[in-house]
């Protein structure tokens, strides 16, 4: 069984960085696709970015995009989000989430296994 351990959160004034980290524990395969996802208070949780596991391609939602980016390190079972040009919009618990086959996802219901998350925010 897959666990996920998100860690890098916290507070940060807006325009400065965060990088997310999400450890992957258990075995890993090929075809898996990682993602993370955000909530805000009140809201439902959004997708923010995905990776393919094996090759490296990438997809993001449009509001994040030119400002974070997804990278894993196989060798470490690590999953980062560099989150660049922080914006108070971008306060939420950030998740970090396994999609077990079919390739890339945006949907939250698509992905099979979540961490507890972590919060970021960003004072207005």
């Known amino acids: 069984q897959v666990q996920l351990v998100e860690s890098g959160g916290g507070l940060v004034q807006a325009g400065g960085s965060l990088r997310l980290s999400c450890a992957v524990s258990?075995?890993?395969?090929?075809?898996?696709?990682m993602g993370w996802f955000r909530q805000a208070p009140g809201k439902e949780r959004d997708f923010v970015a995905a990776?393919?596991?094996?090759?490296?391609?990438?997809i993001y939602a449009d509001s994040v995009k030119g400002r974070f980016t997804i990278s894993r390190d196989i060798a470490k079972n690590t999953v980062y989000l560099q989150m660049n040009s922080l914006k108070p919009e971008d306060t939420a618990v950030y998740y970090c989430?396994?999609?077990?086959?079919?390739?890339?996802?945006?949907?939250?219901?698509?992905?099979?296994?979540w961490g507890q998350g972590t919060q970021v925010t960003v004072p207005s």
């Open positions: 989430a396994a999609k077990y086959s079919g390739g890339l996802g945006y949907q939250a219901y698509e992905y099979d296994r």
């Open positions: 990776i393919s596991w094996s090759y490296g391609s990438t």
């Open positions: 258990g075995r890993t395969f090929s075809s898996y696709a």
